[in-house]
């Protein structure tokens, strides 16, 4: 057994090592709301290709949890959140900033359907066990309006931390159902099932994108910025099931 | 070494460092604190209901700890059954896991799609994610280990002379476990016993990955003061302030016991 042991060490350490040696010149930091994973996974692989030497480094989580972190001095280069509110919040550390796409909400339940949730009046059965997000985080937030406009009050089991958590306890089927965005069920494949909300109960986020006024890299920060705003941005939002920023 | 030397620099100035860079962040957590606003802090209903909810299932991951873990210590330090050396591993392989997987483990295991918490849903209708039930287990499956190892190297360093005593004089097992060993090993049993109690409160990972967060049912302190730093800071350091001044309230109250009789020693006397 012990002569494994280097051996296993050895396979342990292997990827720091491949970690440190990346071919980037420079870093471009961006944060960007959970929900934006795919697009922005995508858009980042774009943004490396076209600028040799340039390693993009992406970091999701819970909008209002990024901006804490900005406000707390973390290296990011470019904010993007999933919604104006989490934005205002660190205006003060933030310049260039433009709205980029909007997201709606919907029902996602595993595949299935084991509770038979066919509509938002569904969700307050006795028995459905439901997750939304924490009420600080947008998707919180917009959860709560929908529920709000549909003039219903639903008890979920667990508030989570982030919206992707929520889709993770939905694929895993460990919750009955749960209010992601649009996006979320997408790009989720076949283990998540979507229940549209009808539109005259839905509420709309509208995602901001900035640029972080500490970066040392502000030209290629403001680069990711209009790549995210350019036909190839809108195309990689469109397929991720984003809509265009709101005019209201 | 009757003769006290003075402390070598090469050795001093290391441990003030490490001395340094462990107190000084509780200081700076005791400064940063909003003092003048803690009562109305502290009385919100959700610092009420995350405090009470982690006293709660803290003692009851410790009860279940002593219930369950101080007969498996005693089958680790004594049992001659095959395989106790894997037994040990894996009952102490929670101690240097990290709690998440140990989060990620219990789903799968308890979940409703997991191993076991699949038959209980459909035999039984019980789901246990995301009930105070899951937080308690969740704290158990991390701390119990604590106890566990504590115990059983009192248990293993403990003289047996007592024991053998009680065996000629004709006592059962069951009897000499109660009257004699256990007795003998008491302060291991206290100070793993706090150890577990301390390190169930302090359970972040494997509850919001088990167990979810709910106020009220699942929102502990340590997920409370991670969610409450990521919207309201204030509330957020109040809570931290709270937890820090349980912490120290343990350790002053166990500070023989644990330190001199527990550890060290071995829990003999």
């Given at each position: 057994?012990?002569?494994?042991?280097?051996?296993?060490?050895?396979?342990l350490?292997?990827?720091?090592?491949?970690?440190?040696?990346?071919?980037?010149?420079?870093?471009?930091?961006?944060?960007?709301?959970?929900?934006?994973?795919?697009?922005?996974?995508?858009?980042?692989?774009?943004?490396?290709?076209?600028h040799?030497?340039?390693?993009?480094?992406?970091?999701?989580?819970?909008s209002?949890?990024?901006?804490?972190?900005?406000?707390?001095?973390?290296?990011?280069?470019?904010?993007?959140?999933?919604?104006?509110?989490?934005?205002?919040?660190?205006?003060?550390?933030?310049?260039?900033?433009?709205?980029?796409?909007?997201?709606?909400?919907?029902?996602?339940?595993?595949?299935?359907?084991?509770a038979?949730?066919?509509?938002?009046?569904?969700?307050?059965r006795?028995?459905?066990?439901?997750?939304?997000?924490?009420?600080?985080?947008?998707?919180?937030?917009?959860?709560?309006?929908?529920?709000?406009?549909?003039?219903?009050?639903?008890?979920?089991?667990?508030?989570?931390?982030?919206?992707?958590?929520?889709?993770?306890?939905?694929?895993?089927?460990?919750?009955?159902?749960?209010?992601?965005?649009?996006?979320?069920?997408?790009?989720?494949g076949?283990k998540?099932?979507?229940?549209?909300?009808?539109a005259?109960?839905?509420?709309?986020?509208?995602?901001?994108?900035?640029?972080?006024?500490?970066?040392a890299?502000?030209?290629?920060?403001?680069?990711?910025?209009?790549?995210?705003?350019?036909?190839?941005?809108?195309?990689?939002?469109?397929?991720?099931?984003?809509?265009?920023?709101?005019?209201? | 070494?009757?003769?006290?030397?003075?402390?070598?620099?090469?050795?001093?100035?290391?441990?003030?460092?490490?001395?340094?860079?462990?107190?000084?962040?509780?200081?700076?957590l005791?400064?940063?604190?909003?003092?003048?606003?803690?009562?109305r802090?502290?009385?919100?209903?959700?610092?009420?209901?995350?405090?009470?909810?982690?006293?709660l299932?803290?003692?009851?991951?410790?009860?279940?700890?002593?219930?369950?873990?101080?007969?498996?210590?005693?089958?680790?330090?004594?049992?001659?059954?095959?395989?106790?050396?894997?037994?040990?591993g894996a009952?102490?392989l929670?101690?240097?896991?990290?709690?998440?997987?140990?989060?990620?483990a219990?789903?799968?295991?308890?979940?409703?799609?997991?191993?076991?918490?699949?038959?209980?849903?459909?035999?039984?209708?019980?789901?246990?994610?995301?009930?105070?039930?899951?937080?308690?287990?969740?704290?158990?499956?991390?701390?119990?280990?604590?106890?566990?190892?504590?115990?059983?190297?009192?248990?293993r360093?403990?003289?047996?002379?007592?024991?053998?005593?009680?065996?000629?004089?004709?006592?059962?097992?069951?009897?000499?476990?109660?009257?004699?060993?256990?007795?003998?090993?008491?302060?291991?049993?206290?100070?793993?016993?706090?150890?577990?109690?301390?390190?169930?409160?302090?359970?972040?990972?494997?509850?919001?990955?088990?167990?979810?967060?709910?106020?009220?049912?699942?929102?502990?302190?340590?997920?409370?003061?991670?969610?409450?730093?990521?919207?309201?800071?204030?509330?957020?350091?109040?809570?931290?302030?709270?937890?820090?001044?349980?912490?120290?309230?343990?350790?002053?109250?166990?500070?023989?016991?644990?330190?001199?009789?527990?550890?060290?020693?071995?829990?003999?006397?």
């Open positions: 057994m012990r002569k494994y042991v280097p051996a296993l060490m050895a396979a350490l292997l990827p720091l090592l491949a970690g440190c040696g990346g071919n980037g010149d420079k870093t471009l930091t961006v944060f960007a709301a959970a929900s934006l994973q795919g697009p922005f996974t995508q858009l980042a692989k774009q943004f490396e290709s076209e040799k030497g340039v390693e993009v480094e992406l970091s999701f989580g819970a209002n949890d990024l901006a804490a972190q900005i406000q707390q001095g973390a290296p990011a280069d470019v904010i993007a959140t999933a919604s104006t509110k989490t934005m205002d919040q660190i205006a003060a550390d933030v310049t260039d900033r433009s709205d980029f796409a909007s997201n709606t909400m919907e029902v996602a339940v595993p595949a299935g359907n084991p038979h949730i066919r509509s938002l009046a569904d969700l307050t006795k028995g459905v066990k439901l997750a939304v997000c924490q009420a600080a985080v947008p998707c919180g937030v917009v959860a709560a309006q929908v529920f709000a406009n549909a003039k219903l009050t639903v008890h979920p089991v667990t508030q989570e931390v982030d919206v992707k958590s929520v889709l993770t306890k939905v694929s895993l089927g460990e919750v009955d159902a749960g209010i992601v965005y649009v996006s979320d069920v997408k790009t989720a076949p998540v099932t979507g229940i549209i909300i009808p005259a109960v839905n509420a709309v986020t509208t995602y901001p994108v900035a640029v972080v006024s500490k970066t890299e502000k030209s290629l920060a403001a680069d990711f910025v209009t790549l995210v705003k350019a036909a190839a941005g809108r195309r990689a939002l469109a397929a991720g099931g984003f809509a265009p920023p709101s005019r209201s | 070494m009757s003769r006290r030397e003075p402390a070598p620099l090469l050795l001093v100035v290391p441990a003030a460092i490490a001395a340094l860079f462990l107190v000084l962040p509780l200081v700076a005791v400064v940063r604190a909003p003092w003048h606003d803690l009562g802090l502290l009385t919100t209903t959700q610092a009420v209901q995350a405090l009470r909810l982690s006293l299932t803290a003692t009851a991951a410790t009860l279940i700890a002593v219930v369950l873990g101080v007969p498996l210590a005693w089958l680790l330090a004594r049992g001659r059954l095959p395989g106790t050396r894997l037994l040990r009952s102490t929670p101690l240097v896991m990290p709690p998440v997987v140990g989060g990620v219990l789903l799968y295991a308890f979940g409703r799609m997991g191993l076991v918490g699949r038959y209980l849903d459909l035999w039984f209708g019980i789901t246990i994610p995301f009930t105070s039930v899951a937080v308690v287990m969740a704290e158990t499956f991390v701390a119990m280990p604590f106890l566990v190892v504590t115990l059983e190297g009192a248990l360093g403990a003289d047996s002379g007592g024991e053998e005593a009680a065996a000629t004089l004709g006592a059962s097992p069951l009897r000499i476990f109660f009257a004699v060993t256990l007795p003998a090993v008491r302060p291991a049993l206290v100070a793993g016993a706090v150890l577990c109690w301390a390190r169930a409160l302090g359970e972040f990972g494997a509850t919001i990955t088990f167990a979810g967060s709910f106020a009220g049912s699942t929102r502990t302190m340590p997920i409370a003061i991670y969610l409450a730093m990521i919207g309201d800071p204030q509330s957020g350091t109040a809570l931290a302030l709270v937890m820090l001044i349980v912490s120290l309230v343990v350790l002053v109250l166990h500070r023989e016991r644990w330190w001199y009789a527990g550890v060290l020693r071995g829990g003999g006397r």
